[in-house]
């Protein structure tokens, strides 16, 4: 991917020609060494992205926030939202190089097209928008049938947005709440290091005078997260 989009990058700045008699590439090396192209894989691939459309690197930024690779019918939830078919625009965006369309799923080409993807936003618009896609997932999965899958989704993005995001005590005592159920349904697949991080977010949502508006549910949370840590030997959490 690195070769493909260097090579690109070098002829639409016309440092590569092709000569049609004969026919053959022509280049001058010298120039090209002039250059200093940087060895930084993250950087080429982000001056790449930056020359795309607002609308393709809208479609990057959001299949980065949910990970290696987004499934076609999350990719719908969020389409209804935000009034873009996120399908065809990762369609575009793998005709591009960037992404492979591969049968239910858009999945990066490489780890570091991921990275770079997600270099294109500000750490506070990284977080903004995993807030925003975690809630419209989780909205979803309220009106129509919820599994584990759409429940672990939905709260892994709220969870990478952060607690300071969400202001309203409702809001935050379902977060909390959300995230001691996500711990249970770990704990009973044996995943206790998960489970221990949805435990830590619960408690990160809780408000300021939990102790006194949401006692048993604060209970629970803590209480559950010591037990995580005595399984897991956390003596960093335990003290």
């Not at 990478?160 to 709440?177: E, P, V």
């Amino acid at each position: 991917m690195f070769v493909v989009q260097l090579l690109a990058s070098l002829r639409e700045e016309g440092y590569l020609h092709l000569r049609l008699s004969p026919c053959r590439w022509t280049w001058d090396l010298e120039q090209i060494i002039d250059l200093k192209i940087s060895d930084n894989v993250l950087e080429l691939l982000m001056k790449e992205m930056e020359k795309l459309s607002p609308e393709l690197q809208s479609g990057l930024k959001v299949a980065s926030c949910l990970g290696s690779y987004v499934k076609k019918s999350t990719l719908d939830i969020i389409s209804n939202d935000v009034g873009v078919d996120l399908r065809e625009v990762l369609y575009e965006v793998s005709r591009k190089g960037f992404m492979d369309d591969v049968g239910d799923r858009f999945r990066f080409c490489h780890d570091r097209i991921e990275q770079a993807a997600y270099d294109l936003m500000s750490p506070d618009e990284r977080r903004a928008k995993h807030m925003r896609l975690g809630l419209l997932i989780w909205a979803h999965a309220v009106i129509g049938n919820e599994s584990d899958e759409m429940l672990f989704l939905s709260l892994n993005q709220i969870n990478r947005g952060g607690s300071h995001l969400l202001s309203d005590f409702n809001q935050r005592n379902t977060i909390s709440s959300l995230n001691l159920r996500a711990g249970k349904r770990c704990i009973a697949m044996s995943d206790f290091a998960s489970a221990q991080k949805f435990y830590e977010s619960g408690i990160s949502f809780l408000n300021n005078d939990h102790w006194q508006h949401q006692y048993e549910l604060s209970l629970e949370l803590f209480e559950a997260s010591i037990d995580v840590a005595c399984t897991l030997n956390n003596a960093e959490l335990l003290n």
